[in-house]
Nanobody
């Protein structure tokens, strides 16, 4: 049973930066793709980023390109979401997710994933 745990969420001022991390237990994350999702207040879950196993192929949703970066460090069995120039609209609970049941390269679709973290709160406010 794979469990994911996100960390790094915090209160940050607009324009600030934050790095979220996701670590797995019970199994290695190195064998699976990783995606980041977020749920803002009053909004649906939004897939924002994904990375293949090697991290050589990554995707960021268009509205976040240039500000958010996904990366993974397989030596540490972790995946990161680097967030810069944060805006109040970035306030959300952020989740990492992976797929273990079959092969998947990279996806930002909720239904493609079968293992989720508990989420970490990011609040952008002055």
């Amino acid at each position: 049973q794979l469990q994911l745990v996100e960390s790094g969420g915090d209160l940050v001022q607009p324009g600030g930066s934050l790095t979220l991390s996701c670590v797995g237990s019970g199994a290695t994350l190195n064998d699976y793709p990783i995606a980041w999702f977020r749920r803002a207040p009053g909004k649906e879950l939004e897939g924002i980023s994904c990375a293949t196993r090697a991290g050589s192929i990554t995707h960021i949703t268009d509205s976040l390109k240039g500000r958010f970066t996904i990366s993974r460090d397989n030596a540490k069995n972790r995946v990161y979401l680097r967030m810069t120039n944060l805006k109040p609209d970035d306030t959300a609970i952020y989740y990492c997710a992976t797929r273990t049941r079959s092969w998947l390269a990279c996806s930002r679709r909720e239904y493609d994933f079968d293992s989720w973290g508990q989420g970490t709160q990011v609040t952008v406010s002055s």
